[in-house]
């Protein structure tokens, strides 16, 4: 994806980019390239494929959901920023949270975040079910791209979603996941949408599944988050 087809793709999704943001998007290119030499961040590393796999990829969140009316957002497992600090470069309203269990890659973001000169964003190096315990019912939206199992995920988004608000994983193919119903209703979550359709160019699957907080969940952590590998899509 060219950058020519990455600004006409976003504008299927509402999106129309600054000259700031078309910039910004480019030097965590350059940044994200750069670690990449002494840092496992990603397999994806060509320019074009990068705006289509990540970039374009994140974004496609607003397929579901408005995130000009969002307020706090967090994402779990975030590893290089995807989909959070893309979300935070074009939604600069965002207030956005990225955790990960791995200090190297929370050093890699602040570097980016300093870099940009982003404000209201904040990367932090946390077990996920230690900051579900510490930071509950905070967020408006949690999201995850391409961490775990969606039943799995639930348990530790359900913690951090506020009332009324909504955890939003963004997944490739769903076949071989273990159904998440049981975990919904334990959980007090609904699936509000599930959105199916094929990233463009390599037509790939892609999942949206946006549920929604019903009300309060008291929830125990059985496994460790941060055991949990980040899964290709």
Known sequence: MNLNSFIEALKELNITLTDQQLDELEQYYELLVEYNKVMNLTGITEKEEVYLKHFYDSLTICRVIDLSKVNTLCDIGTGAGFPGLVLKIVFPNLKVTLVDSLQKRINFLNVVIENLGLNDIEAIHYRIEDYGITHRE??????????????????????????????????G??????????????????????????????????NILKFKKEKITNIKYPRKFSDMKKKPL
């Open 138 to 171: 905070i967020f408006d939206v949690v999201t995850a791209r391409a961490v775990a199992a969606t039943n799995v995920l639930l348990e530790y988004a359900s913690a951090l979603v506020k009332v009324g608000g909504y955890f939003i994983p963004l997944k």
């Open 173 to 206: 193919k769903l076949d071989s996941e273990p159904s998440f119903e049981n975990a919904c209703g334990k959980l007090n979550m609904v699936l509000e949408k599930q959105d199916t359709f094929l990233l463009p160019i390599e037509n790939s699957s892609r």
